[in-house]
């Protein structure tokens, strides 16, 4: 049983971009977060973030939005390497036979019940060998697809 | 191999009668698909693209169009090749957006104000929203997935009222209209379109059956106003006093359209049949001059003297003949036309033409025969008697005969021609009424790419009266301008189907007819005291009856019904009948019926089988069956 927790906004207009409280708890608090949320995790820093998470923010309070979805926007770097083998894991999970570079990995969306990844943004789409990719670098246009591709994943079950 | 000649004649009789039974219907797949959408909503399907096509009387028909494919048909109609770019581009957007309303009807009806989604709702707007996004995210150009990701478009959507899939259909159908206008530039004069080249959609229908046609409205697609409604009942019980009324007027009005017009068929036809049986009154006339003309050239050419007199008419002979094969002609299409009634009546001016030409041979030839007798005749002052040429009074006969042919044969056509034309006057509304039988009125929308409603609907029950048999017919066609008089003006056919309005759904039905009851276990009840096997009873039957989707035959012939029978048989002959019950199954528009049930006057089971046939039995009289006939 995960125990409901709330978590730290990078911006305070922002309601929906979280972060994690330190590196200390950033795997525990990865785990409570994303049972308890759908969410979309970005990694580090990128050109015109306060743009795109603005239009993040947007994607999670639109109508059609579910209720739980949820930006976590990680960049400080103790954090991301706590994370690091817990999120490898989830790509690995969700995409057993893909080729990839975690370096190049820029957000990907989870689903909830089953701890996968559903959607993979790159920090370069190009390095992928994958040429389903290329599009593939972090727009609201990409956000919104890794949404819907985890929404689309979600048991009839859940609400 | 006689017996197989005699087969394959069969089969090419069947297949010829099968060609001859079929109307022109144009069905292109892709573009248009029917459907039927029950009055409670459970049942919704497709039509068959070819085939019958048959509906419940009283459902909602669905016209879905492709508007892909149908902007692809419209440009290429314009003259745009296929292989254009703008038009592949065009496409593809079309097929992109053509979930666009239902995502649009999903966020409106299930995501605003206090709707309360439940996850299957989120992950159909997530599902269709794919349908787009990757769409454009695996076909769009570099040069527009650039700028539909670029730092103006995310700005932008920054401040974008709404959810981020409207938003991309926004920059989609902007786009999509970009191309459009760059597609119907080669149109523009001044910087707007021909509107005599542009392309135009229109989509309609019409109600077809005995009595003629008329439109119908088809939701999204003309101005034709509804007409009132009218549910056919699944319950032939008795109509309230205000919907017999209503009913009544409109019957009245029918009727008495159906009977002017069927009046005027059987008078015409009437008309034509004395007129045939004694064509022309110049007929007469014709054989006397046909007469008249052999024995004269017979006898003129006996004689030497009289051989230059007989030589005018042998001359003149041909141009008789002429006139006869032509007499035939015009007789035979005379025949033709009265068999077409009223429809090559009012189609055109053919039928006057025919007999003009008739008649200005007749003229001509007389006119020619007259020339030549003339002349022989002046020959006859050079001679030194001054008497006439041998033989002139002979051809002056001749002459006369051919006059009075001429004369009682332009009296008729002139007859003719003005009892059309009167015919023509007093059908006119009905000509027009025809003429308009399938062609557009201006109530009937033209739209322009990128203005086609993606769906068009037929509440069957608001067309006004109908009957099961009926059909509607829904055409939809592409027009290069407005104005039929147009130099410009094409019309191309997209679609033409029938489909046919039955009774499918369950229905109840009542019903008189005669039985013949059989009490087969009369040896076990002495109250039964009947010689015959069989006794007649008049029946009354309440059943369910119900419809074929597939199968027009079963509609019209077989249609079963299943229900109670109530009769009264007297099987102890004391004079006074019993009341009697059972289980009845009818078949053959309830033509015949067969059953089983109870005497409850002596205790007693009998099976019977019934006829719905119009005749009198010991007294009874059956229902008649056109009554019954008509749902």
Request: charge should be negative.
């Amino acid at each position: 049983m995960v125990i409901p927790k709330s978590f730290p906004v990078h911006f305070p207009t922002l309601t929906r971009v979280n972060n994690l409280d330190g590196a200390a708890t950033a795997v525990e608090d990865l785990k409570t977060y994303i049972s308890q949320y759908l969410p979309l995790i970005i990694l580090g820093h990128f050109p015109a973030a306060q743009d795109l998470l603005t239009n993040a923010n947007q994607l999670c309070t639109q109508p059609g939005a579910l209720p739980t979805q949820r930006v976590l926007w990680l960049t400080d770097v103790d954090i991301l390497s706590a994370v690091k083998p817990q999120l490898d894991a989830a790509i690995k999970s969700g995409f057993p036979t893909k080729v990839y570079n975690y370096e190049n990995i820029r957000a990907l969306s989870i689903e909830p019940a089953s701890g996968k990844a559903v959607y993979l943004i790159f920090v370069d789409p190009t390095l992928s060998p994958d040429p389903t990719d290329k599009r593939k670098a972090l727009s609201t246009f990409q956000m919104q697809r890794a949404f819907n591709a985890a929404i689309s994943l979600i048991p009839d079950t859940s609400v | 191999m006689k017996n197989l000649q005699f087969k394959v004649a069969m089969a090419a009789l069947i297949s010829f009668a099968a060609t001859l039974s079929c109307r022109a219907q144009l069905t292109p797949s892709g573009i248009f698909t029917l459907m039927e959408e029950s009055t409670s909503g459970k049942h919704m399907d497709t039509l068959p693209q070819t085939g019958p096509a048959i509906v419940d009387i009283n459902s909602i028909l669905h016209i879905k169009i492709d508007l892909a494919a149908l902007e692809d048909e419209m440009f290429r109609f314009q003259g745009i090749s296929g292989s254009d770019a703008r038009l592949e581009k065009l496409k593809m957007f079309n097929t992109l957006l053509q979930n666009q309303n239902m995502i649009l009807k999903l966020i409106n009806e299930k995501f605003s104000g206090s709707a309360t989604p439940t996850i299957e709702d989120y992950k159909e707007l997530a599902s269709q929203s794919e349908f787009i996004m990757g769409g454009l995210e695996d076909n769009l150009d570099d040069e527009l997935w650039d700028e539909l990701t670029s730092p103006a478009m995310e700005q932008q959507f920054s401040t974008f009222d709404g959810p981020y899939i409207v938003f991309v259909i926004n920059f989609l159908a902007e786009k999509a209209q970009l191309l459009r206008e760059s597609l119907t530039e080669q149109l523009n004069v001044n910087g707007e379109a021909d509107s005599s080249l542009l392309i135009f959609f229109r989509l309609g229908a019409f109600i077809k059956n005995k009595s003629g046609g008329r439109p119908v409205h088809v939701e999204n697609f003309d101005d034709i106003a509804t007409d009132s409604y009218s549910e056919i009942s699944s319950f032939s019980a008795p109509l309230s006093d205000a919907e017999k009324k209503e009913l009544n007027n409109t019957r009245l009005l029918n009727d008495s359209i159906q009977s002017n017009t069927g009046q005027a068929t059987f008078s015409f036809k009437q008309l034509i049949k004395s007129r045939i049986n004694n064509l022309f009154p110049s007929d007469t006339s014709r054989v006397k001059l046909k007469t008249v003309y052999r024995s004269k050239m017979m006898e003129l050419n006996q004689s030497n003297a009289t051989k230059p007199a007989a030589r005018i008419l042998v001359d003149n002979e041909l141009n008789l003949g002429r006139v006869d094969q032509f007499y035939t002609l015009a007789t035979e299409t005379y025949q033709q036309f009265a068999g077409n009634f009223p429809k090559e009546l009012l189609n055109g001016d053919s039928l006057d033409q025919t007999f003009d030409r008739f008649s200005r041979l007749v003229n001509n030839s007389l006119n020619q025969l007259k020339g030549d007798v003339s002349l022989y005749e002046q020959s006859g002052s050079r001679l030194s008697s001054g008497e006439p040429p041998p033989g002139a009074p002979d051809l002056d006969i001749v002459v006369n005969a051919y006059d009075s042919y001429a004369s009682s044969i332009n009296q008729d056509i002139s007859g003719i021609k003005s009892l059309f034309s009167d015919i023509r006057s007093i059908l006119d509304p009905f000509r027009k009424a025809y003429l308009a039988n399938e062609d557009f009125s201006d109530q009937v929308l033209r739209f322009t790419a990128g203005s086609i409603p993606p769906i068009g609907l037929i509440e069957l029950k608001y067309i006004g009266e109908r009957k099961a048999g009926d059909e509607i017919l829904i055409k939809a066609v592409l027009e290069r301008g407005k104005k039929e008089g147009n130099r410009n003006f094409e019309q191309k056919v997209l679609l033409r189907r029938y489909v046919t309005m039955s009774r499918i759904a369950v229905h109840v039905k009542m019903s008189g007819s005669v039985i013949l009851a059989n009490p087969y276990n009369r040896a076990s009840n002495p109250a039964i005291t009947l010689q015959n096997k069989f006794q007649f009873s008049p029946t009354y039957g309440i059943f369910l009856k119900w419809g074929s989707r597939k199968s027009k035959f079963y509609n019209d012939f077989v249609a079963f019904g299943a229900g109670l029978s109530f009769s009264s048989p007297d099987f102890n002959l004391d004079g006074t009948p019993e009341f009697g019950s059972g289980i009845i199954i009818t078949g053959f528009r309830d033509l015949l019926s067969a059953g089983w049930g109870w005497n409850f006057g002596l205790d007693t089971p009998y099976t019977f089988i019934g006829f719905n046939i119009p005749f009198s039995i010991g007294g009874i009289q059956s229902a008649s069956p056109e009554g019954f006939l008509e749902d």
